[in-house]
């Protein structure tokens, strides 16, 4: 079975400080890793995947195997990236749907 | 207009009534999914359905059933509330596929369910 941890469910940061929010999976086969974010008074959206890597908002993760990780990583938190993220696994074969971890709430700290 | 709409946004309601959460979407996707989101808990599935003939069950189904009454609509019903269903439900689409956007879901506003 597929699972996704998410270890801290509250991580505060002081403003312009390296943030890094962590994300271990299980899979036995090759999955693929999502960042989704919900802002105050927003819906739920998508931040990265591990396969556009791009760098979102200032944002990156890479995906480590060998290590089973998709940590979300940012060198200077600014106020903006206050909100509740989550990380999220889909299997590229059999049922394909998506499984999110228990999600991390970053607070910026001004 | 938001791509992906829910209804109704917040609901009071009694143990033991019948609700039903409705979604509709025009995002032209086939794939369609109703998950609850609590504190600590995070988003868990409770249904999904890759296409209108199609209807699976998530992790959390027990006490939920879903219709897929057309490409664009997708319900989600408790026959029976009971308070620990008290959460924020979310409906989400996806369109499957080797393109860019395949597997991003796309999410409605939330319906916020509150059962006394």
């Known amino acids: 079975a597929q699972r996704v941890t998410q270890p801290e469910k509250l991580l505060s940061v002081f403003k312009g400080a390296p943030v890094e929010l962590k994300c271990n999976y299980s899979?036995?086969?090759?999955?693929?890793l999502f960042w989704y974010v919900q802002y105050s008074r927003q819906r739920l959206q998508l931040l990265l995947r591990?396969?556009s890597r791009e760098s979102i908002k200032g944002f990156t993760a890479d995906l480590n195997k060998g290590e089973t990780s998709f940590h979300l990583k940012k060198p200077f938190a600014q106020e903006e990236d206050s909100a509740m993220y989550y990380c999220?696994?889909?299997?590229?074969?059999?049922?394909?749907?998506?499984?999110f971890g228990t999600g991390t709430r970053l607070t910026i700290i001004p | 207009d938001a791509d992906v709409t829910q209804t109704p946004r917040n609901r009071i309601t009694k143990t033991g009534k019948r609700i039903m959460l409705e979604c509709s979407q025009t995002k032209g996707h086939d794939r369609m999914y109703w998950y609850r989101q609590d504190p600590g808990l995070g988003l868990r599935l409770i249904y999904y359905?890759?296409?209108?003939?199609?209807?699976n069950k998530g992790e959390i189904s027990d006490g939920y059933s879903v219709s897929r009454q057309a490409q664009a609509k997708f319900s989600l019903s408790l026959e029976s509330a009971i308070p620990n269903q008290t959460a924020l439900y979310f409906c989400?689409?996806?369109?499957?596929?080797?393109?860019?956007?395949?597997?991003?879901?796309?999410f409605g506003a939330g319906s916020r369910l509150t059962v006394l």
């Open positions: 359905s890759f296409d209108v003939k199609d209807i």
């Open positions: 989400a689409t996806s369109d499957p596929g080797r393109n860019s956007g395949a597997n991003v879901l796309t």
């Open positions: 999220a696994l889909i299997s590229n074969f059999g049922n394909e749907k998506l499984t």
């Open positions: 591990h396969i």
């Open positions: 899979y036995s086969g090759s999955p693929e």
